[in-house]
């Protein structure tokens, strides 16, 4: 399964963008790129999944570029709530039976 | 409705004893996987059931670990003769297929082993 690079952390304030890019220059035709968010002490949560180009929901997006080589979640307008880890993973295809390869991840500090 | 179930939520046992853990995935879904993350580490896939088998067990780090599903629904995953490096948080996960589709993930259980 295709090896994901993202940063390590981040720091932003309340209320603004926030943009975080993964890099997956092995990523194979059948991976989609998902992202998951984890809080301390729970599981990891869904919060979006792509193929290609752009994907919205009420959370995030997902920018994919036309290689598929990285993607950005972008999240609008964060508050202290959003302050978890995000995973990039890679993968989930029927021939691997969308097991998850999960990455160091980027904890996110939102600060007021 | 209700999410995936995890227990014990904690465990603390000594070296060499067995453990079993316990995941109660979310009804109907047929997809279940069982991950562990250590201490400030990312997750760590160990297997994964479409029903009642296993197409990969990949991930188990040796051949102390076993796990089983049973009824499509229920999954243990059991330790065997544990070692200290076995002391990490065991996630559950459950999905309508397997495939590119959402994971839900329970609770997990935090396995100390002293």
């Known amino acids: 399964l295709a090896k994901t690079t993202q940063p390590i952390s981040m720091d932003s304030y309340e209320g603004q963008e926030v943009n975080i890019t993964c890099s997956h220059n092995?990523?194979?035709?059948?991976?989609?790129i998902t992202w998951y968010q984890q809080f301390p002490s729970q599981g990891p949560r869904f919060i979006i999944q792509?193929?290609?180009t752009k994907v919205t929901n009420e959370v995030a997006s997902l920018f994919i570029p036309a290689d598929r080589k990285s993607s950005t979640l972008s999240l609008p307008r964060v508050s202290l709530s959003d302050t978890a880890v995000y995973y990039c993973?890679?993968?989930?295809?029927?021939?691997?039976?969308?097991?998850?390869?999960f990455g160091q991840g980027t904890e996110l500090s939102v600060k007021p | 409705g209700a999410g995936v179930s995890q227990s014990p939520s904690n465990k603390v046992t000594e070296k060499g004893k067995d453990v079993e853990l316990r995941c109660d995935p979310i009804s109907g879904h047929t997809a279940l996987y069982w991950y562990r993350q250590s201490l400030g580490q990312g997750l760590e896939f160990l297997i994964y059931f479409q029903g009642n088998s296993a197409p990969d067990k990949s991930g188990l780090p040796s051949d102390r670990f076993s796990a089983e599903r049973t009824g499509g629904s229920v999954s243990t995953l059991t330790i065997q003769r544990t070692q200290q490096e076995d002391s990490a948080v065991y996630l559950c996960?459950?999905?309508?297929?397997?495939?590119?589709?959402?994971?839900?993930f329970g609770p997990g259980t935090r396995l100390t082993v002293l």
């Open positions: 993973l890679v993968g989930g295809d029927y021939n691997q039976g969308g097991k998850l390869i």
């Open positions: 092995n990523i194979a035709t059948n991976d989609y």
């Open positions: 792509g193929y290609k």
């Open positions: 996960a459950s999905s309508f297929f397997s495939g590119p589709n959402e994971q839900f």
